[in-house]
């Protein structure tokens, strides 16, 4: 039975949850304990608290773990960073507050910075040879300038609306982040081939996420023109129609470009055009 550690709640567990029930790792969410065995593969889930992630799956205690990249770097544990996950992205960041003029990362020397990434942040500083305090503070690290704690932070930025509101700004961005799945440094052989078909799964439906499917008719003569604004995994899939001349056209669109492709076909005489939810894609 392969156990996979998923965070108890927090920013991270509805999207772990999502992402293994995509996968078909479905447990009894009403009843939430401890430790849930899944309904029709061979997993089971241990909740915890993100912090506590990195270990236990390095001592062996969970085979896997979904768990913020930052908390891998920063823990240090042995743990092999198997797949990103494409979900909870952020990253760790200097930031001061926005009345300093900043001159560099010379600035940090003989500063107080806090935060919760000391590790990170000492490897960062030794890197560039600054010299600077850290303070370890588990909490809000935001306000601690304002509070007269440290000069400067270290801390996550997502949207950046946190610094903003404690009057600071970000000057250095550290370490790029997003949930990953970790594995324990030696899964036995029967264990790797169940690991290996979830993260096959999650693949698919990291795939499909962000992805609409698209379907439309188009005059024959237009043909080539759609086939080079639509971007497709190979080439779309072109059927001709019964109405002389026309044909349809099948294939992915990125979510993000798919207001702008929709204008182009239809400015080159598509009609009737399909927008369907995708699911997943099986590579
Ligand atoms: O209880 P437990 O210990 O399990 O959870 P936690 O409170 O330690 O962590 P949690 O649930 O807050 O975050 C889990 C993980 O989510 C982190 O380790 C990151 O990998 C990821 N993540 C993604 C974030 C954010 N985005 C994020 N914005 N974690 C924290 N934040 C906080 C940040 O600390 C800051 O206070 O949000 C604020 C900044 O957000 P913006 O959008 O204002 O920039
Ligand atoms: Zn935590």
Redesign the pocket.
Known sequence: MLRIAV??????NEQSMDLLREAGVCVAEDKRKFLMRAKDFPVELLFL???DIPQTVSMGAADLGI?????VVERGYDVQVLKKLGF???RISLAIPKTDKYTGLEYFNGKRIATSYPNILNEYFAKYNINAEIHTITG???ISPAAGLADAIF?????????VSNGLVEVEKVLQ???VLIGTPNLDAEKMLVAQQLMSRFESVITGTGKKYLLLNIPTSALDEAIGILPAMRSPTVIPLAQKDWCSMQTVVDEDALWEVIEKLKAIGAEGILVLTLDKIVL
């Open positions: 965070q108890t709640k927090g920013r991270l608290r993100d912090d768990v913020g990249l930052n908390e909870g992205a952020c809000s690290v935001e801390d996550i930025v997502s949207s950046g609306g946190t610094l982040s997003e949930a």
